[in-house]
């Protein structure tokens, strides 16, 4: 189409295309979805049906080019074009029709083989259940399709209505692809998989019948596998293209980085700008520094514009360290960064803790053999020994004295009594290692 005399007609035919199909289709992948008002691009659920909208358009297209391509059928039906140089023929139009539905045949292949494809499986048609003016048919097909007719009459028997049915073109063409993954197999394993056999049936057949409206509330076994299947599942990746850049400039300023810490990288960045255009905003910028600073701070303020450059203000810091905490207190709660003792830390601790309860048991010791010593012999060389020490036959402690308390106990028992053999007290094991890696530091280093 686009060659000498036929640009014109190229592109009214492309403005066409775009004006009929393409923009409606770009404006619901922007915008948030009609059900559940998710913002994009969680739209999984709604895409089965943006989609069968632009394959009734190319079927309108291809069966009545001048209703569907306004501007391109006025062009190739004018007279005279291009400051009456170029006279448009009747062989000339048949020419231009005929290569203007070749583009529309080759556009029409390229969106089945990918769009139709990707977006309409099983899974992805039982999200038109959330679509208010199609749930209704949509439902009762479906019913049908798994071998439930005969309820479905019953239950519209009883509710005194009558089955829907598909009303306009794009129905038609959803029920069409419908029928196709019902013939392949796929509908009843999804089936399977949303109890549409169980206890979820009778939530479709209420909606088939009128009485229910897909929603949380009502419809609680439909809702929760298509809140996990559909809702959660990204329509198309247009954030992700859009910073294709920002991860380019990433990977010049880290070279030697892996792929996966610079797309970790990229993430963190992203999710953190809410947060840097808060510090640089106009209530926090700098109010000192030069005149030509204040000036430029006052007219970005005056002007409603940020400021540019780090946090340097003890208000910009200030809300810095607010936001760190905010955003720690988020993590508290994952296993990853909860806070535990490592395994020398906790054998350290271990260690030290045997050597403290090992220490006072040997202090225990000796304070009641001095005991025993003293009372058995009746000779003491400090007659200011206190009595509990020296009168008793058998002084024992109490398992609530302390460490200090046992200590003075012994020093005073050993001024007062001959000592026999008693244990040594054990050494402190990182004491014992210190002096063990000094030893052999010093045997090593050869002669001095």
């Known amino acids: 189409m686009v060659f000498k005399l036929e640009l014109p007609a190229a592109i009214h035919l492309h403005v066409d295309v775009w004006e009929g199909c393409y923009v409606t289709f770009e404006k619901a992948m922007r915008s948030n979805s009609r059900f559940g008002d998710y913002q994009p691009p969680c739209l999984a659920h709604e895409m089965a049906v943006n989609v069968a909208k632009v394959s009734a358009w190319y079927v309108a297209a291809l069966d009545d080019m001048d ?40 556009a029409m292949k390229k969106h089945l083989d990918w769009n139709a494809r990707t977006w309409s499986t099983a899974r992805v048609l039982l999200g038109i259940l959330s679509d208010a003016g199609r749930a209704r048919w949509f439902a009762c097909e479906l019913l049908r399709l798994l071998g439930e007719g005969g309820r479905l009459d019953t239950a519209l028997a009883a509710a005194s209505a009558e089955a829907a049915a598909p009303s306009d073109a794009v129905d038609v063409i959803l029920l069409d692809r419908l029928k196709g993954v019902h013939a392949d197999g796929e509908l009843a394993t999804e089936a399977r998989l949303w109890g549409l056999a169980g206890g979820a049936r009778g939530e479709l057949i209420g909606i088939a019948t009128g009485k229910l409206a897909f929603g949380d509330a009502s419809t609680p076994l439909l809702f929760a596998p298509m809140r996990r299947w559909l809702f959660l599942v990204l329509a198309h990746t247009l954030y992700l293209e859009s910073r294709v850049s920002h991860l380019s400039q990433k990977e010049k300023r880290h070279p030697k980085t892996h792929a996966l810490m610079l797309r970790d990288t990229l993430l963190y960045s992203e999710s953190v700008q809410n947060d840097r ?74 260690a030290k803790a045997e050597y403290a309860n090992a220490k006072e048991a040997v202090w225990r010791e000796r304070i009641n053999s001095m005991s ?69 530091r010093s045997r090593g280093s050869g002669p001095r």
Not at 298 to 306: P, R
């Open 372 to 440: 025993s010593t003293c009372t058995s012999t009746g000779t003491s060389r400090n007659t200011n020994v206190p009595g509990d020490v020296l009168l008793s036959p058998v002084v024992t402690l109490p398992p609530s004295i302390g460490l200090h308390r046992a200590r003075r106990h012994s020093r005073i028992a050993r001024r007062s009594c001959r000592t026999t053999s008693l244990p040594r007290t054990p050494r402190c094991p990182s004491r014992e290692a210190s002096r063990s890696r000094t030893a052999t």
């Open 277 to 350: 255009r808060a510090r640089l905003g106009a209530g926090v910028r700098a109010e000192i520094g030069g005149a030509l600073s204040r000036a430029g701070a006052a007219h970005n303020a005056t002007q409603g514009k940020d400021v540019h450059g780090k946090a340097r203000t003890f208000g910009q810091l200030s809300l810095l360290g607010q936001q760190t905490l905010k955003r720690a207190r988020g993590y508290s709660d994952e296993d990853l960064f909860a806070r535990r003792e490592g395994g020398v830390a906790r054998a350290a601790k271990k």
């Open 67 to 106: 209703s569907n391509l306004p501007l391109f059928s006025k062009f190739i039906g004018m007279r005279w074009n291009r400051a009456f140089t170029d006279q448009m023929t009747d062989s000339r139009r048949t020419l231009l029709r005929s290569r203007a539905k070749a583009f529309l045949d080759a």
